[in-house]
């Protein structure tokens, strides 16, 4: 499975921006789908996830109430969502994809991602 991640850019404080991430090569059924984040000087960082029903999302404590994801299993994609961005989202954003068997708690493990697809700028300017 390749993911191809895109949407990145540079967004004032309080800014909104729209990631999005297919996939190809195959199909993503029973796969969710995540998206992490890493920042210079720190350690990569759980972001949000999604199982593949859409029926259960996960969120960073840090991003809930402002990001929102979701999927479009017919195109193969996920989305993320965000508004309210603040200085502290500036990452490089990418997704992943986790077999949809996997535990509530593996959803949170980079670890625990299968493919991974290259990541996409965000700045966030205050």
């Known amino acids: 499975v390749q993911l191809q991640a895109c949407g990145g850019g540079l967004v004032q404080a309080g800014g909104s921006l729209r990631l999005s991430c297919a996939g190809s090569?195959?199909?993503?059924?029973?796969?969710?789908l995540g998206w992490f984040r890493h920042a210079p000087g720190k350690e990569r960082e759980f972001v949000a996830a999604?199982?593949?029903?859409?029926?259960?999302?996960y969120y960073a404590d840090s991003v809930k109430g402002r990001f929102t994801i979701s999927r479009d299993n017919a195109k193969n994609a996920v989305y993320l969502q965000m508004n309210s961005l603040k200085p502290e989202d500036t990452a490089v954003y990418s997704c992943?994809?986790?077999?949809?068997?996997?535990?509530?708690?593996?959803?949170?493990?980079?670890?625990?991602?299968?493919?991974w697809g290259q990541g996409t700028q965000v700045t966030v300017s205050s």
């Open positions: 992943a994809a986790i077999r949809d068997h996997y535990v509530h708690g593996s959803y949170f493990r980079a670890l625990a991602y299968e493919y």
């Open positions: 090569g195959r199909t993503l059924n029973n796969y969710g």
């Open positions: 999604i199982r593949w029903s859409g029926g259960s999302t």
